[in-house]
């Protein structure tokens, strides 16, 4: 390229930073785009939730209503980023609860926003699948 030593390295540097540049921008981007598919997957799976629990309590009225079905996916929709209890606009920071939840720093322990998820039979189950009883054969007496 006939470059003397100084222009040469000025142009490598130019260079690298551009690279770097593009490869933060892609990772960027890769991670914004998973996070979406994320949160979009999440809200499918909740919204047929949500569809099937009305159609069964369609069936048991007897009737179904497409505007509870649009209401009800859209309240799925805005709880995926917002907190359940003051509506507060969480983003990435949102603690998902066990009982299926998005919530704020501040609501984030189960005792904050009335939790209806059952630690102590959670606890229980656990450790009776982790510790089965274990039973010996008797001993036959002489």
Do not use: W
């Amino acid at each position: 390229m006939n470059l003397c030593s100084k222009c040469y390295r000025e142009i490598r540097v130019c260079e690298e930073q551009a690279a770097s540049a593009k490869a933060a921008m892609e990772k960027t981007l890769s991670f914004k785009s998973e996070s979406i598919a994320a949160d979009i997957k999440s809200v499918a799976t909740a919204a047929e939730h949500v569809i099937a629990l009305e159609k069964s309590s369609a069936a048991a009225a007897g009737s179904s209503s497409s505007e509870a079905k649009v209401v009800a996916v859209a309240e799925v929709a805005k709880a995926a980023n917002r907190c359940l209890t003051c509506n507060k606009r969480v983003g990435l920071t949102g603690f998902k609860c066990k009982c299926g939840s998005t919530f704020c720093g501040s609501h984030r322990y189960p005792e904050n926003h009335d939790c209806d998820y059952d630690f102590k039979e959670a606890g229980k189950n656990a450790i009776a699948k982790a510790n089965p009883v274990i039973k010996a054969d008797k001993v036959e007496r002489f």
